[in-house]
């Protein structure tokens, strides 16, 4: 709608960031592109998210966050070792382009600060997914080797897995770096010869036989739960952990006692359970303080307190269904 045009140009006028989630060339063709935005507020600082950025061969490809994990590189090295495993239920493409963004906007405003400049930032989410690809990329730009799948498995850590336990689908992670931490864990699971086998030797010798390492100690963690066993390890000096779920994360001691979860009261499904913000920060501390908004719950305090247009206003713009 028109006015819808002019009011977020306004809105704009008085912002700092605009942020939005489009192809490329849907804001320069609704007459909101940057061009306009910097007509309204010179210093604007604009994020566009697109699935490969607004240049290069990809720029018109329509994309969801599965498929940008393909485009990406991230999909192709899912999977246990010599097998893929598609994830159509993963979304970590948008949260991924998310965080990169927020970063992103922080760098821009910080520059803004110092020089009174905006930016446009073009953030290709298919490029924010390959950026955590490091070491995959580097081994085939020094080694020209193509990353596969590997499962739960390091290249350069044996053991480093995950074991099977006592109950249904209960697991245990295990990690082992060093000599002296795969002496604890033998000791631990009460076969210390093992640090004596010649095929574990050190950590090249480990890697190359670790279905036979993972043999030994899936015999062991079998016959223990997987707090049990995490527990056994950890007082060995081997870093260990269960495999939890959701309502195991939620109920664990130090997940509580660290407050990893809040309650928020939202307004139409009740209270609701959310993770907590992760990081602490001593003079900044963040937390949730509410749900996410609900369709136009914030229209009066946007059309009226921030844009300055009064009630008879509001409703006109209501009625000819400008925003809902």
Not at 106 to 113: C, F, G, I, Q, V
Not at 209 to 234: K, Y
């Amino acid at each position: 709608h028109p006015k819808g045009r002019d009011l977020l140009l306004r809105l704009a006028a008085r912002s700092d960031v605009v942020t939005e989630h489009y192809s490329p060339g849907v804001l320069d063709r609704a007459g909101l592109g940057y061009h306009d935005l910097k007509k309204v507020k010179p210093d604007i600082v604009l994020l566009s998210l697109s699935a490969a950025g607004a240049t290069g061969p990809l720029n018109d490809v329509v994309a969801y966050a599965p498929t940008m994990m393909s485009l990406g590189g991230m999909m192709g090295l899912t999977g246990y070792e010599g097998e893929r495993v598609l994830m159509p239920w993963s979304g970590y493409g948008d949260a991924n382009a998310a965080i990169h963004g927020a970063f992103a906007v922080m760098a821009a405003l910080r520059y803004r600060n110092r020089t009174g400049r905006g930016q446009h930032i073009d953030l290709s989410e298919v490029d924010a997914c390959a950026s955590l690809l490091g070491y995959p990329i580097m081994d085939y730009v020094m080694n020209r080797r193509v990353a596969t799948t590997q499962g739960n498995r390091s290249p350069f850590m044996a053991p480093h897995n995950i074991y099977p336990c006592q109950g249904e689908d209960a697991w245990v992670a295990i990690a082992v770096m060093t000599d002296a931490e795969f002496r604890g864990l033998c000791q631990a699971i009460g076969k210390p010869n093992l640090a004596c086998d010649p095929r574990f030797a050190d950590a090249y010798l480990r890697v190359r036989n670790r279905a036979a390492l993972d043999e030994a100690i899936a015999a062991w963690t079998r016959e223990r739960a997987p707090r049990d066993a995490s527990d056994a390890l950890q007082a060995a000096g081997v870093a260990a952990e269960p495999v939890m779920n959701i309502q195991d994360n939620y109920f664990d001691p130090h997940m509580q006692e660290r407050g990893s979860f809040v309650e928020v009261e939202h307004p139409v499904i009740g209270n609701i359970t959310l993770p907590a913000v992760a990081w602490r920060l001593k003079d900044t501390p963040a937390a949730i303080r509410r749900p996410a908004p609900t369709l136009g719950q914030h229209n009066e305090y946007v059309c009226r307190d921030l844009l300055g247009l009064s009630e008879g206003e509001v409703q006109a713009l209501e009625q000819e269904k400008v925003f809902t």
